[in-house]
């Protein structure tokens, strides 16, 4: 048997271990994060268009288009999303049909 004072790790072996898993968890995050981005952007058709109805005009279509930030870059549109995520903004869940 060792003597008693190595029965446990060091510090630095924590940390070190804690550091990891949280690096590795931080990547499974923005993998994820990536995932379900572009998991809703592939979804067939327009998503102002969805979201207002078949009867919705153009203009109407674009205004929502433009408040959402689907009319800018998609890099963009990524970085407002993780932002949003990363302050708990996950949308409001209200509907915007007119």
Do not use: C
Request: charged content about 15%; hydrophobic content about 40%.
């Amino acid at each position: 048997m060792g003597a008693p004072w190595r029965a446990h790790r060091s510090d630095n072996e924590f940390l070190t271990f804690f550091g990891r898993r949280s690096g590795q968890a931080a990547l499974v995050l923005l993998g994820l994060s990536i995932l379900m981005f572009v998991l809703a952007r592939v979804v067939p058709g327009d998503p102002g268009r969805l979201a207002l109805g078949p009867n919705a005009t153009a203009s109407q279509v674009q205004a929502l288009d433009h408040d959402f930030g689907l009319d800018r870059p998609i890099w963009e549109q990524y970085g407002r999303y993780l932002s949003g995520a990363v302050h708990g903004d996950f949308g409001t869940g209200d509907s915007h049909t007119p």
